[in-house]
């Protein structure tokens, strides 16, 4: 069965520090991952997905099948970063259908 | 563009008493809908999912239920609430091909 795994529930850090959001997955098939982020009284929303390969308000993450990670990375963290974090695996249901697994997230505060 | 609704917002109700959560999609058909509850140190679990009109699955068997009676409409259900239903529920949509997920507001509730 599929699982993802993000260790740390509570991450706090200086602004202007580099910051490392911690994801795990276990999963047979070829893992699809996201990261999903809530920001406080905002609804969860896409922060990034490894397939587009690209860099969100500063985040990046790799993914690493040797060693089943998608770790979040920004090098320079700000305030307005604090937030719930949730990495996520995505799974095929069916057909072309799909879910997502959820880790429990890792609430990130940056300290001014 | 794509928009959700769920109602109501938060929801106080007894212990015992029935339940109706609703969701709404627009913007888009045939979506793939998606209950999830969120719960602190607990992540986000999925509860049902559903590819098409009366086509619910459930990932985990408890005390609730889903329907889909429209094509963009999703109801969470429960014929007699426990305290334990006490959570903050998500309702989220994406497209069949796809698998990034769209999030609603969401929904508190409080079983006293």
């Known amino acids: 069965a599929q699982r993802v795994t993000q260790p740390e529930k509570l991450l706090s850090v200086f602004k202007g520090a580099p910051v490392e959001l911690k994801c795990n997955y276990s999963?047979?098939?070829?893992?699809?991952l996201f990261w999903y982020v809530q920001y406080s009284r905002q609804r969860l929303q896409l922060l990034l997905r490894?397939?587009s390969r690209e860099s969100i308000k500063g985040f990046t993450a790799d993914l690493n099948k040797g060693e089943t990670s998608f770790h979040l990375k920004k090098p320079f963290a700000q305030e307005e970063d604090s937030a719930m974090y949730y990495c996520?695996?995505?799974?095929?249901?069916?057909?072309?259908?799909?879910?997502?697994?959820f880790g429990k997230g890792t609430l990130l505060t940056v300290n001014p | 563009s794509q928009t959700i609704h769920q109602w109501p917002a938060t929801l106080v109700q007894p212990v015992g008493s029935p339940l109706s959560l609703e969701c709404t999609v627009e913007?888009?058909?045939?979506?793939?809908l998606y209950w999830y509850r969120q719960a602190a140190g607990r992540g986000l679990q999925l509860l049902f999912y559903?590819?098409?009109?009366?086509?619910i699955s459930s990932e985990v068997p408890q005390n609730l239920s889903a329907s889909r009676p429209q094509d963009r409409q999703f109801i969470l259900s429960s014929k007699k609430l426990l305290l334990s239903d006490s959570g903050f529920y998500l309702c989220?949509?994406?497209?069949?091909?796809?698998?990034?997920?769209?999030f609603g507001p969401g929904t508190r509730l409080l079983v006293l």
């Open positions: 989220a949509w994406s497209l069949t091909f796809g698998e990034t997920q769209y």
């Open positions: 999963y047979s098939g070829s893992p699809e």
């Open positions: 559903s590819v098409g009109i009366g086509q």
């Open positions: 490894h397939i």
């Open positions: 996520a695996l995505s799974v095929r249901s069916g057909g072309s259908n799909y879910k997502l697994t």
């Open positions: 913007g888009t058909s045939n979506p793939n």
